[in-house]
């Protein structure tokens, strides 16, 4: 009869080290699920940011076309009212 104990001892041997192996899986797993979450978090943070740079620009866009208009009125319009004081004093024959 042989000796049981070698290859009992083989078979403890292949289940340490597929226990180890699972282990080292599990963990690797559990580092790179973790690595994704930061990284997914980084890159939600990266579009608010973007989103809020676009707000802000849209914003200053808007602006700048109303300080383009309240610039031109300021000067268009005292001219305009001064052209229109000028044809009315042309036609009533001048200041008295």
């Not at 979450?37 to 849209?58: E, H, I, P, S, Y």
């Not at 610039?71 to 042309?90: D, K």
Request: charged letters at 30%; glycine letters at 4%.
């Amino acid at each position: 009869m042989t000796d049981p104990a070698p290859e009992l001892q083989r078979a403890v041997d292949r289940l340490t080290s597929s226990i180890d192996q699972l282990r080292a899986e599990l963990v690797r797993k559990d580092v790179y699920e973790s690595d994704q979450r930061a990284r997914d978090a980084q890159f939600q943070g990266l579009r608010d940011d973007v989103t809020q740079l676009n707000t802000r620009m849209d914003r200053g866009d808007q602006q700048r076309a109303a300080d383009r208009r309240l610039i031109l009125t300021s000067i268009i319009a005292p001219v305009i009212v001064a052209l229109i004081m000028l044809y009315v004093a042309a036609q009533v024959g001048g200041p008295a």
